[in-house]
């Protein structure tokens, strides 16, 4: 049976009192509202319906649904359940979800991050997947508002003033040469640093010129660029086969020293800085607040 169109939650909510209570005074007390306004939701039951649904008890006692009435109950009682279950609170169940994640990030927080994410979601969401997406930064906005993206992972440069973020780690560089390189483990100075040949690793610019080279400039130097990859992920194992060196970030570079053997470079430079950002449309999320939590565990960093 359907309900007439225009009834509110206020007169639901009464004609469920009623049929429960079948006493004005207790429907009342129920729903928390005064003897008059009940009175009112009666009148307008009344008007709604175009009858009346409750008639005084003849022992005086309560009241009594009408045969109307009664065969209102069983859709009433559906529309209730169907909104009680509109409000209940999402909930995400990672142990049985087969959702893919999809994050955006360049190679070097991918190579920092990416295993100990995998392993970590793996444990509690066997059917989980993953994706690591190189980010299209012109199309990154509409994709992370239409949900293509859950999460981007990079520089604050980046990120759109909009969107919400958390900073995961602050990196400082390093510079890595091949185990039994023929320079020996002295300390390394600023002339040797300069006059060694260097792989740079370069994703757009000049490909033989990176940020250790602008720092060199500065003080006046300049270092030997003699081979240039746009791959973080290649960097290390060409160190590791070559006379090479190369300046990456320390979270980097540490997961290589069973080949390569890691310097402080001669020369300062800025500090890495690398966060996690969402769109604010995911920020109550059930599902994108877990995958959140993994992304900040895998970094280090405590549940907030």
């Keep these: 049976m359907r309900l ?34 009940m009175s009112a939701r ?12 409750f008639i005084a008890a003849p022992n005086g006692r309560g009241v009594l649904p009408t045969p109307r009435a009664l065969a209102l109950r069983p859709a ?3 529309v209730l359940r169907s909104i009680s279950a509109l409000l209940e609170p999402a909930v995400f169940d990672p142990g049985t979800s087969q959702r893919t994640f999809v994050i955006a990030l360049h190679e070097n927080p991918a190579l920092i991050l990416g295993s100990d994410l995998l392993n970590r979601i ?19 906005p509409r994709q992370m508002e239409n949900g293509e993206i859950d999460a981007f992972i990079g520089l604050s440069e980046a990120a759109e003033a909009g969107w919400v973020g958390r900073k995961l780690f602050t990196d400082d560089f390093v510079t890595a040469q091949r185990k039994g390189h023929p320079r020996g483990q002295d300390k390394l100075d600023l002339s040797d640093f300069c006059a060694l040949p260097h ?5 757009e610019g000049d490909p033989f010129t990176g940020f250790v080279d602008h720092a060199l400039a500065k003080i ?23 006379n090479l060196l190369c300046t990456l970030p320390r979270r980097l570079l540490q997961r290589f020293t069973s080949s390569l053997d890691v310097f402080e470079p001669p020369i300062a430079f800025q500090r890495l800085s690398i966060s ?9 999320d059930a599902a994108s607040t877990w ?4 992304i900040f565990l895998a970094a280090g960093l405590a549940n907030q």
Excluded at 122 to 140: E, G, K, T, V
Excluded at 222 to 228: A, I
């Design 122 to 140: 793996r444990q509690q969401a066997p059917q989980i997947r993953l994706r690591f997406s190189l980010p299209d930064l012109d199309n990154l």
């Design 76 to 78: 009433l009682q559906s």
């Design 42 to 53: 009666l009148a307008r039951l009344r008007e709604t319906f175009g009858e009346r649904l």
């Design 220 to 242: 006046g130097r300049s270092r030997q660029v003699v081979m240039s990859t746009q791959s973080y992920a290649m960097a290390p194992p060409l160190v590791a086969g070559t």
């Design 199 to 203: 792989l740079v690793v370069s994703a």
């Design 276 to 284: 996690a950002y969402w769109h604010p449309r995911n920020h109550e």
């Design 291 to 294: 995958f959140r939590e993994q």
């Design 4 to 37: 007439p169109s225009g009834i509110d939650m206020d007169l639901l909510l009464t004609l469920d009192a009623l049929l429960v209570e079948q006493n004005i005074t207790h429907a009342a007390l129920r729903l928390g509202i005064s003897q008059p306004a």
